[in-house]
DNA sequence: TACAGTAGAGAACGATGGTTCTCCATGCAA
DNA sequence: TTGCATGGAGAACCATCGTTCTCTACTGTA
């Protein structure tokens, strides 16, 4: 088996057993099982298997770049390009093995005990800041809305995580639209949202 | 040593400890040695790992709930006393030991495994749901609005506790802020909050 | 066929986990 | 003093984990 192969069948074994059952709830053997590489390909391909969990926390971190710019690229105003946002949350929710965001979860379960997890986590969350900062400005929003359109992002995440309904979007969304209609200051002409 | 002693020295010392390094990265043994009580007492009280974290949730959701009441206290207006619950966070995100929500990290770390874990923080999600949808109806409040204030609470928790960051509580104060005095109808008279 | 090198299956190893058990000190009743 | 119940300290037990090692099968080459 290829080398490029092999990595992407353990890194994508492994991305599903730990957000399904947990980093620490998942030994080596079942990644080896499910994955099928040997053990010893593994340690060949990843030193540890911290090392492991960040290749997984990249590997995730493409998957959501790559969603998000697949939600934006169908919106056409910078208005609704924020909002598409929370659309590309509602449809993820509404997947069966949904069970919130892999990196809230693996930072609350590892990242008291490894820098570079918790460091991963942290980066991923500047690195979606960033963004919805940049599309704020696009939309000629102000500074001061950025961090709450994205506050509401992750509290949909983990929401709906622990509660289990899909429609935690919907009331993310309609408070996105609210803050952003206040923020560009006018009564907000398009596609239909109102408070739900 | 006193059975209720006994058992509030244990519940307090697990709380600690698996709040800031995880459940499972805390045996038993260390919860005996930092509690000073004997592991046959331990089992003796609670039956399992299990029930001593559960004990530990109910723990939390006292605390919580007695500071959630403490916050609310000196606030005078409905108004005031839903914008008290983001001052709540304020104060407890600038704590040397805040590492995020405790019921929100044990579900990511437990949540898949255990049932009993996963409804024990349902329910205390739940509870502080329907406390701010009571709070909004005080406040003359539409329904919509109380949710879209628990994803700012909630998205303010992780990300604080991710950013190591405690002018989170403010962009969410300020975020809640703007969509209750959209919901409300009117400008907005009170207590000197702008966006920040 | 003989050989070298690679890779897989799975045993082995040392550490640690949750849980239970043994043994001993203590205090109290008769 | 004797006997007995209580509870503590910590060893013991069994399972599991991350990691490494051994042995074997296979591949390609001369």
């Known amino acids: 088996m290829d ?3 092999a990595r992407e069948r353990v890194v994508s074994t492994a991305d599903r057993l730990f957000y399904t059952r947990g980093v620490q709830a998942v030994g080596m053997d079942a990644v080896r099982t499910e994955s099928g590489v040997s053990l010893k390909r593994i340690y060949g391909l990843f030193p540890s ?21 697949g939600a934006l690229a169908g919106a056409g105003t910078p ?13 993820w929710f509404r997947e069966d093995d949904f069970r919130g965001c892999a990196f809230i979860n693996v930072f609350g379960e590892l990242g008291g ?3 570079r997890v918790a460091e991963a986590v942290r980066e991923q969350k500047a690195s979606f800041r960033r ?9 000629g929003g102000p500074d001061h809305l950025a961090p709450q359109l994205v506050l509401l ?18 009331h993310a969304r309609a408070a996105a639209d609210t803050l952003i209609r206040c923020a560009l200051g006018d009564a907000g002409d398009a596609e239909g949202t109102t408070e739900a």
């Not at 963004?131 to 939309?139: I, K, S, Y």
């Open 79 to 91: 208005r609704e390009r924020l909002l598409a946002v929370f659309d590309f949350l509602a449809g």
């Open 113 to 115: 005990g490894s820098d």
């Open 153 to 170: 992002a992750e509290g949909a995440q983990t929401t709906a995580a622990i509660s289990g309904d899909p429609g935690t979007a919907a």
């Open 3 to 5: 080398e490029a192969t």
């Open 131 to 139: 963004h919805v900062a940049e599309l704020v400005r696009e939309a």
């Open 49 to 69: 298997k911290d090392d492991l969990v960040l290749a997984v926390l990249r590997h995730r971190t493409e998957r959501w770049n790559a969603g998000i710019a």
